[in-house]
Nanobody, 124 residues
Framework: QVQLVESGGGLVQAGDSLRLSCVAS????????MSWFRQAPGKEREFVAT????????RYKTSVKGRFTISRNNAKNTLYLQMNNLKPEDAGVYYC?????????????????WGQGTQVTVSS
C-alpha cells in the first residue's frame, strides 16, 4: 500500500506561482510513475503532468507546457508541481497519483493510489 498526501494549494491571482507537494509513504519502491491530475467543478478529472520515478523523464498536458514543472525527490518520497504564470483555467482540485505498472501516465485507470487533493483557485 502507498499513501499520498498533497499540500500547497491556495488562492492566487492570475500570473502568480504555486508549488504543490505530494508526500508518499508505504511501499514507495513499487511505484513506477507518478502524475498530477486536476478537476474543475463540473468537469472530468484531467491529466496535467507525469514523471517516471526512477529516471525522471516527464510529460505534460499541452496547455501547461512551459509554465508547469513536475519533479520528484526520491530521497524524500516527494513529488512536486511547480506552477508558474497561473491562469484562471488552471483552477481546480489537484490530485497526485501513483502507478505501480508502466503506462502513459495520463490514463486515470492505470493508477493504483490517489491523494485526497489540494484546491487551487486562480482569480483573474
Amino acid at each position: 500500500q502507498v499513501q499520498l498526501v498533497e499540500s500547497g494549494g491556495g488562492l492566487v491571482q492570475a500570473g502568480d506561482s504555486l508549488r504543490l507537494s505530494c508526500v508518499a509513504s508505504g511501499r514507495t519502491e513499487n511505484i513506477n510513475h507518478m502524475s498530477w491530475f486536476r478537476q474543475a467543478p463540473g468537469k472530468e478529472r484531467e491529466f496535467v503532468a507525469t514523471i517516471l520515478r526512477l529516471i525522471g523523464s516527464s510529460r505534460y498536458k499541452t496547455s501547461v507546457k512551459g509554465r508547469f514543472t513536475i519533479s520528484r525527490n526520491n530521497a524524500k518520497n516527494t513529488l512536486y508541481l511547480q506552477m508558474n504564470n497561473l491562469k484562471p483555467e488552471d483552477a481546480g482540485v489537484y490530485y497526485c497519483a501513483a502507478a505501480t505498472r508502466p503506462g502513459t501516465g495520463s490514463n486515470l485507470n492505470n493508477f493504483d493510489y490517489w491523494g485526497q487533493g489540494t484546491q487551487v483557485t486562480v482569480s483573474s
